[in-house]
């Protein structure tokens, strides 16, 4: 049974740094593509960022571009999202996806599997 699990989140400075973790517990072989939506207070699940199965193709949502970087250890079958320069408007929960097919999508339907969410936090 898939199970992803997240860690990471806090509360940071305007500029700082944050690395999130999400790991398949359940250590399935059933998740393919993996990445990151967030959710700020009063607006939509957003995406932010996912990578396929070998890690060669990230993809981006434009406003963390840059500042983001997503990678993956497929022997674990844990990703990471690493946030770099964080803007107040980054402040979010921020949850993992897994999907069982290894396209990189940017609709939250198109995941299957969801972690419980993270809080990060970016004071100004």
């Known amino acids: 049974q898939v199970q992803l699990v997240e860690s990471g989140g806090g509360l940071v400075q305007e500029g700082e740094s944050l690395r999130l973790s999400c790991t398949d517990s359940g250590r399935t072989t059933e998740v393919y593509a993996m990445g990151w939506f967030r959710q700020a207070p009063g607006k939509e699940r957003e995406f932010v960022g996912g990578i396929t199965w070998n890690g060669r193709f990230p993809k981006y949502a434009d406003p963390v571009k840059g500042r983001f970087t997503i990678s993956r250890d497929t022997a674990s079958n844990t990703v990471y999202l690493q946030m770099d320069t964080l803007r107040p408007e980054d402040t979010a929960v921020y949850y993992c996806?897994?999907?069982?097919?290894?396209?990189?999508?940017?609709?939250?339907?198109?995941?299957?599997?969801w972690g419980q969410g993270t809080q990060v936090t970016v004071s100004s």
């Open positions: 996806v897994g999907s069982s097919i290894n396209i990189v999508n940017v609709r939250p339907e198109d995941y299957q599997y």
